[in-house]
């Protein structure tokens, strides 16, 4: 599957060849196109997730919250969004928006099919168990999963631009321009001869040697067994240890490449060495997180904002509750109420 022939479904596309979804957003290539598809799919995904939200209170809540979930991540993208482009142009990154818009949208898309796909589960929940407290809890973490998930996505899709240069630009065209160390062919291996070591002659028994003057020297190869003499006269045979020169890195024995003959900088077939130091990141990716972390608390407040979604069972129906309190400590209430 490839960016010319995308699936039917978009969702289907990024799980399965999400290789062509970053490279037509590094490419720029129908951006546009890209970005509404994933957008529709989004906001169909998150209305039916939140009919099932709101029907715990009754059908009129459930229409409401099929309006207002998607309403909640598109209105968190619009104020989170431009905080990322500028992060991105501070620090030197290339990133255009309609890139930007497209890696988020990535993320909301798969968080947005990650809940519908939880949909039946909190349905059943919905029949089985209908508890305010619970049901709540419980929408709230596959809420926190799917998003979990669908942000591993974005941090993905922009180291893959990171791998591409387009958010440190600066350190790919240092790297690019650094001078790169030329692999040389293997120099033909020379056979060099064994030196040749002067050792004692040996006295054949019985003979006494010249006086005030030791054996005449015999040139014998290193590696050789000589002739030595033995305190009862006999003659025995003992190896000259040899005296090997050290050697080149991975260069046979006895073999040695001609003074000034270029040596390899890694063996022929390897991979090549990534030059820089890879556990340093951009510092946009660094942002990333940061940005991360913003688009978490902009969200959750918002959803706090927008309320309610469920519906307490226990009170009318309403479009808005007053803001009070917040999110967190609505939160840890239900959970001591448990």
Request: proline share 10%.
């Amino acid at each position: 599957m490839s960016g010319d022939r995308p699936s039917p479904l978009v969702i289907e596309r990024i799980l399965r060849d999400r290789g062509s979804i970053w490279q037509q957003i590094v490419a720029e290539r129908d951006l546009n196109a890209l970005t509404v598809r994933m957008l529709s799919s989004s906001a169909i995904a998150l209305a039916c997730y939140g009919a099932v939200l709101g029907a715990f209170h009754s059908p009129l809540m459930a229409l409401t919250s099929a309006l207002k979930l998607p309403l909640l991540f598109l209105v968190t993208l619009a104020i989170c969004l431009p905080t990322l482009y500028l992060f991105n142009l501070v620090f030197g990154a290339r990133l255009s928006v309609r890139q930007s818009l497209a890696l988020v949208m990535v993320a909301i898309t798969v968080t947005s099919m990650l809940a519908v796909a939880f949909a039946p589960i909190s349905l059943f929940f919905l029949i089985t168990a209908p508890d305010y407290g619970f049901f709540k809890l419980l929408n709230v973490a596959i809420l926190t999963l799917s998003a979990v998930v669908g942000l591993r996505f974005l941090t993905g899709g922009m180291q893959v631009l990171n791998d591409h240069g387009l958010l440190a630009p600066e350190a790919a065209n240092a790297q690019a321009n650094a001078p790169v160390a030329v692999q040389a062919a293997p120099a033909p291996v020379q056979a060099v001869p064994a030196p040749v070591q002067a050792v004692p002659a040996a006295v054949p028994a019985g003979a006494t040697p010249a006086t005030g003057q030791g054996a005449e020297p015999v040139a014998v190869p290193v590696g050789a067994a000589v002739a030595e003499s033995t305190p009862n006269g006999a003659a025995t045979a003992a190896p000259v240890p040899a005296h090997v020169p050290a050697q080149w890195a991975g260069q046979p024995v006895g073999a040695s490449f001609p003074p000034g003959a270029p040596v390899a900088q890694r063996p022929w077939g390897s991979p090549p060495v990534r030059r820089g130091d890879p556990s340093q990141r951009p510092a946009s990716m660094t942002l990333l997180y940061i940005w991360i972390l913003l688009f978490g608390f902009v969200g959750t407040q918002l959803a706090w904002t927008l309320r309610p979604f469920f519906g307490d069972p226990g009170q009318d129906f309403a479009f808005f509750r007053s803001i009070d309190g917040n999110f967190y400590a609505e939160i840890l209430r239900t959970i001591a109420n448990l």
